[in-house]
């Protein structure tokens, strides 16, 4: 009892940790990845001296910088803003998103003794519903936040979150339904275990491949679900600051924090509705001697790629030590797990790093294409994001749920 | 249709400038320039930091005539004039020539007005710059110091 009450604890603080820092992390990758889109070098001039070297990791010291700088901030609170919801908002906006990572399974459970080590926190037969229903309040820090600031740009912020929020939660609702019906269960690991094998003969089972509809459907209503370009109009930077003019400080970047967090968690989303969360396409899960070594020579392989042009062409020595580093410990352990004998407890546990290294992976991919999206499409008007929303996919996914139905029967 | 086909294909320039730039830097398409590291290099005709040019036997091409003095909007030069000093055929010489680049406000109208050609803007460099006032304050052994912009490096 004891026991796994402490291991609840150590996972809540990993998450947080990781979560955090990817979100931090994401915000480094967007802007480089936005200025190498537009032919500009981005953010790569923080640096620490020491021994007179500089070390700027090609930018990632960025968000250390970016953190440093709003803690110092003054905490301003507006005239005339109610201030205990002002106060509020951000933790709303932040703890909803957090939330929301509780029922996704990261890897398959793993039995140390007789320890029963899961990696999501509780396995609800109802998880998709609470992923859904949990990933929806998030707005309540964007209507607060915008209301309670006494500001008519951030009140103006807020309204269009919740116009938005509610008509492609109509969207994002349908969509589910169609995948419920298609998955024929509510439980997350259960609608993992409907994706493995293939289909057709040669592709993987994979939600994307059974049901492309559904996949654009409901990509396009997470993306405005998380507020994302090219539906940003909550936060329109160039029209109306946003919901969070007012704010400052550690609680403005609480809200920037939670909107890059709710960036992976859409990403998680996706990868485990439609792309089969951990599971490796054309491997069984049983196969942990094949699949060990060749997860872990990928991870390892890309980065060693990357960083030979890190040094020739970025010429940062520092970025380039840290990816090849990585890489070779990754190509270390694959080399190592070819002398691991199968069924044994180490390959156990290297197979669910493994397996949370897809994951990540997978969620990376998605999470490449949202931003690639977002610094290719310009953002709709309002009564644009409207007509979208309920004159082209709302019935498409009605239909979608139609024939979804009917492929069923 | 055609819109799907519009984004695919704005996705595709996209992607392609990333994985360009993201592989091969500079080499690709990036055409940011890190300025304290490196700059471009000015043209031929870039008023730059004023210098003053030397006749060939060493004396200053300036006569010290205040045509320079006279038409400088910002009032920025400043010449006391002296008696050029043996028997040179000319008569006067700048005994002090100063000008506050802080006032100056680069027209080039100096270097028109100069009947002798002594004073040009010809350096190939801006004003380096500076945390103190005194530095910008050039007096006619410095601006007699500054190089041609083809003797720069």
């Known amino acids: 009892m004891i026991l796994s009450l402490i291991v609840e604890v150590i996972k809540v603080a990993v998450l947080l940790a990781v979560a955090l820092t990817c979100g931090a992390v994401l915000s480094w990758v967007e802007r480089r990845m936005s200025g190498f889109i537009q032919d500009r070098l981005g953010p790569n ?51 909803f998103v957090l939330a929301g990572f509780a029922s996704i399974p990261f890897a398959e459970s793993i039995n140390i003794g007789d320890f029963n080590l899961r990696f999501n926190f509780f396995d ?12 929806s309040l998030s707005i309540y820090g964007v209507i607060l936040g915008g ?64 049901q492309p509809i559904s996949f654009i459907l409901m990509f396009i209503a997470l993306l405005a679900e998380g507020k994302r370009a090219p539906f940003d109009i909550p936060e329109g930077e160039s ?63 890309i980065p060693v790629l990357l960083s030979y042009f890190a040094i020739r062409y970025h010429k940062s020595m520092s970025f380039f030590i840290l990816l090849l580093s990585f890489g070779i410990f990754c190509l270390v352990i694959a080399t ?55 004159k082209k996919l709302v019935p498409i996914s009605i239909l979608n749920v139609l024939l979804t139905g009917l492929i069923i029967l | 249709m055609s819109g799907i086909s519009g984004i695919i294909k704005g996705l595709k320039v996209t992607f392609t400038h990333f994985v360009t730039n993201l592989l091969f830097g500079k080499k690709g398409d990036i055409v940011t320039v890190e300025y304290p590291e490196e700059g471009l290099k000015y043209g031929p005709n870039f008023r730059g930091v004023h210098r003053l040019i030397l006749r060939e036997d060493g004396t200053p091409r300036c006569v010290a005539c205040y045509m320079c003095q006279t038409i400088c909007p910002a009032l920025c030069i400043k010449i006391t004039a002296a008696k050029r000093p043996g028997s040179h055929p000319l008569e006067k010489m700048p005994q002090e020539f100063i000008i506050d680049e802080l ?50 490096k």
Not at chain 1, 124 to 135: H, K
Not at chain 1, 282 to 293: G, N, S
């Open chain 2, 103 to 152: 006032r100056c406000v680069v027209c080039g109208l100096c270097v028109e007005a100069c009947p002798e050609d002594a004073i040009r803007m010809d350096s190939g460099r801006h004003m380096p710059p500076s945390d103190n006032r005194e530095n910008f304050i050039l007096n006619s052994k410095i601006l007699h110091s500054i190089k041609d912009y083809r003797d720069r």
């Open chain 1, 45 to 95: 001039r923080a640096k620490i001296s020491i021994k007179n070297r500089d070390i700027t990791l090609g930018g990632l010291l960025h968000p250390v910088a970016d953190g440093l700088k709003l803690l110092f901030k003054e905490d301003f609170i507006p005239e005339g803003a109610n201030r205990v919801l002002f106060v509020i908002a951000p933790f709303f906006a932040m703890f």
């Open chain 1, 239 to 301: 029209e109306i600051i946003g919901y969070f003019v007012e704010y400052s400080g550690l609680k403005f970047a609480m809200f920037f924090l939670s909107e890059f967090i709710e960036i992976i968690f859409i990403g998680c989303v996706i990868t485990l509705l439609f792309l089969g969360g951990y599971r490796i396409p054309y491997l069984k899960i049983e196969d942990y001697a094949l699949a060990v070594p060749i997860i872990f020579f990928v991870a390892g392989s």
């Open chain 1, 124 to 135: 609800l037969n109802i998880g998709v519903l609470y992923l859904f229903a949990i990933s």
């Open chain 1, 336 to 390: 190592g797990s070819l002398f691991v004998s199968d069924n044994s407890l180490t390959m156990e546990i290297l197979m669910r790093f493994a397996q949370i290294l897809v994951f990540a992976i997978k969620t990376g991919i998605i999470i490449f294409i949202m931003f690639l999206i977002r610094w290719t499409l310009p953002r709709y008007r309002f009564d644009q994001l409207l007509n979208l929303g309920w």
């Open chain 1, 147 to 210: 209301y309670s600031s006494n500001n008519k740009w951030g009140l103006l912020g807020g309204i269009r979150g919740a116009a938005q929020l509610i008509s492609y939660e109509t969207v994002l609702g349908l969509t589910i339904l169609s995948m419920v019906i298609y998955y024929n269960t509510l439980s997350t690991s259960e609608m993992l275990n409907r994706q493995s094998g293939t289909i057709y003969g040669i592709l993987p089972a994979w939600g994307i491949f059974a």
